[in-house]
């Protein structure tokens, strides 16, 4: 079996790279030539610990595995970082394992490539400032994801530690040379023309009011049941998409407001769907929300990648 390293895959992917990547699978998905199927749910022996398994076929260029993804927050006290993937990527023709993929940074890449497409399809074209709600280790793929599809300038840094935000912003401006600051959830919503939410939160950051017309709001945070990052009265209101409507609705950004009877599954458009012709953003007025959850086919498609990228540079390991 064929075996990509941690540091391997963090050098052979590019952010342009994992967007077209992703951005073809869902082509795809949205033809019907990709299968999700249901997430798997555990724990490790402390009840703090967790790990789900997500797992797919692109049948359309015969992809088929899954991922496992993992949060052991007794890592920190060793050292290790608390989130974990692992990508196991099968032989399509037999069923064999093929690869395995070591997948924590490529996930990173992946969730922020999930928001890059959406950006890129249902953001104003003209979109130039962009909020982030959260100032963590994703949150930097986020920014890297959407100022690939937008021409972003400036950048709103909305945290709860007013240090980290700072910090965040610095960041920003040092390496990336945009205008960034840490702001209040009413000053960086009034001038944003794209909002990301990239928080582990379990109730709204900010009140549906705050959203202007023509704002895009990307929720990438609820990947589990109780996870929520949005007013549910926002999410009644705007126009719905999903990268999986079914998991939307149970463990994303839509469970709220789907058990509070405000949204009902078929409001929410795939957005591979919109990638093959449906109807995306209407106008410049409208509100669009897109809710990330995460679905093994987007690690299928940037561990395949990956697997590919380091087979030519002949950085694969065989176990």
């Given at each position: 079996m064929k075996f990509v390293s941690e540091g391997v895959a963090g050098r052979v992917v590019s952010m342009a790279e994992a967007i077209a990547a992703v951005e073809a699978m869902f082509m795809e998905y949205g033809r019907g030539l990709a299968e999700v199927f249901p997430v798997a749910q555990g724990r490790g022996p402390e009840a703090d610990t967790s790990f789900s398994v997500k797992s797919g076929l692109i049948a359309g260029s015969r992809k088929v595995g899954l991922k496992v993804g993992s949060y052991w927050p007794g890592n920190r006290a060793r050292g290790l970082a608390a989130h974990a993937s692992t990508t196991l990527l099968l032989d399509p023709d037999t069923g064999y394992p093929e690869?395995?993929?070591?997948?924590?940074?490529?996930?990173?890449?992946?969730?922020?490539?999930?928001?890059?497409?959406?950006?890129?399809?249902?953001?104003?074209?003209?979109?130039?400032?962009?909020?982030?709600?959260?100032?963590?280790?994703?949150?930097?793929?986020?920014?890297?994801?959407?100022?690939e599809v937008r021409p972003i300038e400036r950048v709103f840094v909305v945290n709860r530690s007013g240090r980290a935000?700072?910090?965040?912003?610095?960041?920003?401006?040092?390496?990336?040379?945009?205008?960034?600051?840490?702001?209040?959830?009413?000053?960086?919503?009034?001038?944003?023309?794209?909002?990301?939410?990239?928080?582990?939160?379990?109730?709204?950051?900010?009140?549906?009011?705050?959203?202007?017309?023509?704002?895009?709001?990307?929720?990438?945070?609820?990947?589990?049941?109780?996870?929520?990052?949005?007013?549910?009265?926002l999410v009644a209101g705007a126009a719905l998409f999903a990268d999986v409507p079914a998991q939307s609705v149970s463990i994303g950004e839509y469970e709220a407001a789907f058990k509070a009877g405000l949204v009902t599954e078929e409001r929410i458009t795939p957005v591979g769907a919109v990638l093959n012709g449906a109807p995306g953003r209407v106008s410049g007025q409208q509100i669009t929300v897109y809710d990330s959850s995460g679905m093994a086919l987007q690690d299928l498609a940037v561990a395949s990648l990956a697997l590919r990228r380091a087979e030519e540079m002949g950085l694969v390991k065989t176990v």
């Open positions: 690869a395995l993929v070591a997948a924590s940074h490529l996930t990173c890449l992946r969730t922020a490539a999930s928001d890059a497409v959406a950006v890129k399809h249902l953001s104003r074209p003209d979109s130039r400032t962009l909020a982030v709600f959260g100032a963590g280790h994703q949150a930097w793929f986020e920014v890297l994801a959407v100022r935000a700072d910090e965040f912003a610095l960041r920003i401006r040092e390496e990336l040379g945009l205008e960034a600051a840490a702001a209040k959830a009413e000053e960086a919503l009034a001038g944003a023309d794209i909002a990301v939410t990239v928080t582990a939160s379990r109730g709204p950051l900010f009140e549906a009011g705050l959203v202007r017309p023509g704002t895009h709001v990307s929720a990438m945070g609820a990947d589990q049941p109780g996870k929520q990052e949005l007013d549910t009265a």
